[in-house]
Every structure is written in structure tokens, then in C-alpha cells.
């Protein structure tokens, strides 16, 4: 027999959201978090993620409190899962809206005890296990499939529902983009107004590697696209500047556009930005953002830069939202992809380069 419903809202609670998944995932739940926050505008937002994403809560005023938890442990044992159910037992909240689709997420939060849980209608226990079971549409932008929980709850409540997800809003530290203005200064880019500024960032997660699914676009061909940009004549006049950034996981692949570009006039961030913040801050002072599909591309989104973003495997349809603002060049021209083919991303450097170039001209 199902369980009640709920309890009736009250003004000021606790809500715990769950969603697990990279940097990525974390910024494409925004608006879902965003829905949440108006819906219950007195309640405390506790996010619980894993540990490799804590980071983006830097670039968000939607989250009061985070909680973490390594999904990804191998092996993940069954005192693991107990802590975390006792973590949630002892954090007192009110409502748990989780993007998780298994089985095993909808009996833990049953078992958590928290009165209200909305999740996914993803299994068939789920219907019985939550207060509320929304339809699960992989098909669509993952902001859009997201944003069906912050939907679920704002009907069972009587709240006002939003028609569609808005875009992820992120907003860069004023401290960093202090950091990245000075780096840009004594890079030679002091007068933004005279210089254009486009960001590469060649890298994609090691995680995805590691499970298999190659995003990478070789580097002989960012060498390439590098060459073209620096021959390339602005339409407004203003002097292109080509800056190159990646984090630790990049090393590889910026030590070899690096050495295959040393006689060339390009600046190098790598090493520079330290942290999330400054990769952020340096995208938001780029005037456009060219990179694979991975963490730095939801960023840019967030941040509402314009991109043209490469991709292999994945479907940018279910990654990009559909605005002018974001381009994609994608490499399914032998048809339908599979996640773990392990070819990367093999698309013609002037295919590329002409899209750069068309965001060019709309732009500078």
C-alpha cells in the first residue's frame, strides 16, 4: 500500500537534495536548485554530492550546506551505505528530493526516515518508496530531466510550476577574477578593449577516461586550430589573443600543444588557475570558449559565454541547451556513436575552424 503523501508544508524546514555525478552534473542541477529555492524560500538547502565536486559550490549562493559521499568507492561497502543512512537519519530534514534512479537510492530513502522524498519513477518500488515518483525522460537536456523533481514537488505542494528549466546560472569570485585580470595583464592583454580574447581548453575528465569514454581531440589538431586563429584577421580589428588552459588532469595533452606551439605567440594558464574559481573567472574575462565536452563546458553555459564545444561520443542535444549563444561540432558523421567506441573525438580541424570563425564575426 503506498505511503502517505506528505505532511503539510510548513514555512522553514530543512531539505536535503541529492544528486551524485561530476562538476558537470552538479552545474546542470542548478536550475532544479534554483525551482527549489523559490518554491521553499524559508527552508535550508543541504547538497549532498560527491567529493570531486564540492568545488562548484563556490561558484552558487543556492546551496546553504553541502554533505559528501563517494558513490564511486570501490569497493563500496555495506558499512558505507549505513554511515551515510545514519548521516541523513541524524541531519533532521524535512523533505529529500534525490536525482538518483536505482533501486538501492529509493529504498535508502525510505529507510532515512526523512517524511517527504521525491525521487524518479525509475523501478518499480519507487511509486511505493517515495512520497512522489516524477517521470524519468533521459532524451532531453539534462537540465530539463533534472528539473522534473523541482516540477514533482511544486505539484504535490500546490506551488506555482515552472513551464521550462531555466539555464544554469553560475557567477564568477570576485577575488579570482582580480587573480585572472593581473594574469592577463602581464600576458600582454591589458586594454580589452583593443584584444580579443579566445580560451581553448583541450581536456575532459580523467574519470571518463578511466571508465572508458574518449572526448579528447588530438592535439596536432588544436595545434592547428591554434595556427588558423593566430592567421586569422578580427572583423572589428581588434587583435586576437589565443589563451590555453587545462588542470591537472590535462598535463599530457597541454605538454604536447605546448611543445608543438613554442615559436607560436600563445599564452599559457596552465598551472595558473589553481582552482575552479579562477578557471571560472578566467572564462568569464574570455570573449569566447572553445573546448571538448566536459566540466569547464557546463561552466561557460553557467556563466553565459559564448562557445563552440567538440564533440564525439556523447549527444550534445542531452548536454547543451539550445541557445545561440553555444555552438557544437559534433562527430557522429558515420551515424549514432557509442559511449565507449574509444575513437575521441575525430573531426576535421577546418570544420572546427570554421565555426570558431563564424562565432568570430558574430562576436567581435
Not at 534554483?34 to 570531486?52: S, V
Not at 563517494?70 to 569497493?75: E, Q
Not at 561497502?77 to 534525490?98: E, K, Q, T, W
Not at 588532469?249 to 574559481?277: C, H, M, Q, V
Request: aromatic residues 8%.
Amino acid at each position: 500500500m503506498p505511503f502517505p503523501t506528505s505532511p503539510p508544508l510548513q514555512e522553514n524546514g530543512k531539505l536535503l537534495v541529492i544528486n551524485f555525478g561530476g562538476i558537470g552534473d552538479e552545474i546542470l542541477f542548478l536550475p532544479t536548485l534554483e525551482c527549489l529555492r523559490q518554491a521553499l524560500p524559508g527552508w535550508k538547502i543541504t547538497l549532498m554530492l560527491e567529493p570531486r565536486s564540492k568545488s562548484f559550490v563556490d561558484l552558487t549562493d543556492l546551496v546553504d550546506a553541502t554533505m559528501t559521499f563517494d558513490i564511486k568507492k570501490k569497493p563500496l561497502l555495506i558499512s558505507d551505505l549505513m554511515d551515510i543512512l545514519f548521516s541523513i537519519r541524524n541531519g533532521g530534514f524535512d523533505m529529500v528530493v534525490s536525482s538518483g534512479s536505482s533501486l538501492m537510492v529509493s529504498a535508502l530513502l525510505l529507510l532515512s526516515g526523512v517524511p517527504v522524498r521525491i525521487g524518479y519513477k525509475s523501478n518499480a518500488l519507487a511509486p511505493i518508496m517515495l512520497s512522489r515518483a516524477v517521470p524519468l525522460h533521459r532524451d532531453v537536456y539534462a537540465a530539463t530531466m533534472y528539473h522534473s523533481l523541482a516540477a514533482g514537488l511544486c505539484q504535490m505542494f500546490n506551488r506555482p510550476v515552472p513551464q521550462s528549466a531555466p539555464l544554469p546560472r553560475l557567477k564568477a569570485d570576485e577575488a579570482s577574477m582580480q587573480n585572472m585580470t593581473e594574469f592577463l595583464k602581464k600576458s600582454g592583454i591589458d586594454n580589452r578593449q583593443d584584444n580579443f580574447v579566445v580560451l581553448l581548453h583541450p581536456g575532459t575528465s580523467r574519470l571518463a577516461q578511466e571508465k572508458g569514454i574518449y572526448k579528447t581531440w588530438p592535439a596536432a589538431n588544436w595545434t592547428e586550430l591554434v595556427e588558423r586563429l593566430l592567421e586569422h584577421k578580427s572583423a572589428s580589428g581588434k587583435a586576437l589573443k589565443v589563451v590555453l588552459a587545462g588542470g591537472p588532469d590535462d598535463k599530457e595533452i597541454i605538454d604536447e600543444i605546448k611543445e608543438r606551439t613554442e615559436n607560436l605567440p600563445i599564452i599559457s594558464a596552465y598551472g595558473i588557475t589553481r582552482n575552479l574559481k579562477e578557471l571560472a573567472a578566467l572564462i568569464e574575462l574570455s570573449d569566447l570558449f572553445v573546448c571538448v565536452d566536459s566540466a569547464p563546458m557546463h561552466v561557460a553555459v553557467g556563466l553565459g559565454k559564448p562557445l563552440v564545444a567538440l564533440f564525439g561520443p556523447t549527444d550534445p542535444a542531452l548536454l547543451l541547451p539550445d541557445d545561440s549563444r553555444f555552438t557544437y561540432v559534433w562527430d557522429n558523421k558515420n551515424g549514432p556513436r557509442s559511449m565507449f567506441d574509444g575513437k575521441g573525438v575525430n573531426l576535421d580541424t577546418g570544420i572546427v575552424f570554421d565555426a570558431v570563425k563564424e562565432k568570430l564575426s558574430s562576436y567581435s
